[in-house]
């Protein structure tokens, strides 16, 4: 069974550009597990396929201001365009039979000793938390996938599964996680950790949140990706084997100077306490996986941890995504993300759940949080951010929701739609002055 839903027409404004008229689209794939998909579209911007064989990936997605006929899957096809982990630490264990997921799966915890032939104690290891993966239709560990919110402003979709090891192991380790797709090619992603074994995960630098990209070969035409990081430089080491690793900076970039599209992935810097690394492991010709990595994580039995982070098309000559194509000139459209603007004149709400540091911006969603019933007048203050096409959630709203908002007295378009009570807007338009006054009728 498949089914549509289709919002009212917007008009885009990016950058004081107008663009086409563009409707954001969901629709719902259903049938059995392992073909059920949401498939998210922006017209002219981007498309993306959540699957729910994978644990609940991204496993399609495409620029389609540089590819309308989708020809080119930004996405790597083991695990997606996001994915979490990879490979766990070696530990020594208890003295027990299920010390460790490598002994339960191989049925032993001895080796042979290459120096004197006698059986000794192997090294404990958790194995690889793969999520999401190709692995996970293998294991028949597909998970829950659902729409939990759709308005013209954006599209959330919540996703939950457990890690896998490379297609052979069920771990009791779980992810929920909530994808917030926004027309201007924004996903904004929380991710909760748990852990419900009576055995603690022990994770090896690579746990953190990465961007899985397609490497190019000869028979598979996809970008050849330079990754902007550490310190913006076109650094292009794999850091599986580089000790020590280099520190996180404010995002990780995959662009090409001579190539239209470009992705970025960053955190809120309270995030980086947990992923203070980068990391980067490729392999030619197949993917190349980059972004945060941890010094180890350890996860005992109970564990319960949530965290969030953000990732940016970038579409360079278009209309509707932020047209940069170095990480230099994406390094304000990440700020605007880890240093929210400061808004003054609204009753902010500071306790939306997925608002880490409670200062009224909802790091889990990518917004800004009001509560009242409108109409809002206040000041918006961007900082060092990029002004771009800012989001707003107003808890408490009265009315239907507006189409437009002025901008110092300036009408600009905007995407809305009213849930449950609550107005979901986003400006199609960039703020340009460093303090502007906004103004959101009923």
């Not at 299920?98 to 339960?104: G, V």
């Not at 109409?375 to 203050?381: D, V």
């Not at 995407?415 to 906004?438: F, P, R």
């Amino acid at each position: 069974m498949r089914r549509t839903w289709m919002s009212a027409a917007a008009t885009l404004l990016v950058c004081g550009t107008a663009a086409a008229q563009a409707a954001l689209q969901v629709e719902d794939v259903s049938g059995p597990v392992f073909r059920r998909k949401i498939v998210v579209t922006s017209p002219g911007v981007f498309k993306a396929e959540v699957w729910q064989s994978s644990g609940g990936g991204i496993m399609k997605f495409w620029d389609l201001a540089q590819d309308p006929e989708e020809k080119v899957n930004l996405a790597g096809w083991d695990r997606g365009l996001f994915e979490v982990g990879w490979h766990g630490a070696g530990f020594k264990g208890p003295d027990r039979e299920d010390c460790c997921a490598k002994h339960i799966r191989n049925k032993t915890r001895f080796v042979k000793d290459e120096k004197t032939g006698e059986m000794v104690r192997d090294q404990c290891y958790d194995g690889c938390g793969d999520w999401p993966s190709a692995g996970h239709k293998t294991l028949k560990a597909m998970g829950e996938l659902e729409v939990i919110e759709q308005t013209p402003a954006r599209v959330r979709v919540r996703v939950k599964a457990p890690f896998v090891w490379w297609s052979s192991y069920v771990h009791k380790l779980e992810a929920a996680a909530s994808y917030t797709f926004y027309p201007t090619g924004t996903i904004v992603i929380q991710v909760r950790i748990t852990n419900a074994d009576e055995r603690p995960f022990h994770w090896s630098g690579e746990f953190g949140p990465h961007l899985f990209l397609p490497s190019s070969k000869e028979d598979q035409p996809v970008p050849d990706f330079i990754l902007g990081t550490p310190k913006y430089a076109d650094y292009t080491k794999d850091t599986k084997d580089l000790w020590p690793r280099p520190a996180a900076e404010e995002l990780a970039m995959a662009w090409h100077p001579d190539r239209k599209t470009s992705l970025f992935i960053t955190i809120p810097p309270e995030a980086h306490k947990t992923f203070g690394r980068h990391m980067r492991h490729t392999f030619k010709g197949t993917w190349d996986r980059y972004g945060y990595g941890s010094g180890g994580v350890v996860m005992p039995p109970g564990y319960d941890d949530t965290w969030a982070c953000m990732i940016q098309l970038c579409s360079a000559g278009g209309k509707s995504a932020p047209p940069v194509n170095t990480p230099t000139a994406a390094l304000p459209f990440a700020l605007e993300y880890r240093e929210p603007a400061k808004i003054t004149g609204a009753t902010l709400v500071t306790d939306d759940p997925g608002d880490f540091n409670k200062d009224g911006y909802n790091e889990s969603e990518g917004c800004h949080v009001f509560r009242g019933p409108g109409p809002l007048a206040f000041t918006y203050e961007k900082g060092k951010g990029a002004g771009f096409c800012p989001a707003f959630k107003v808890v408490g709203w009265a009315g239907e929701a507006p189409k437009t908002v002025k901008i110092d007295g300036k009408a600009v378009e905007a995407a809305s739609g009213v849930v449950d009570g609550k107005l979901i807007l986003q400006v199609l338009g960039t703020v340009a002055a460093e303090k502007a006054g906004i103004e959101i009728a009923r």
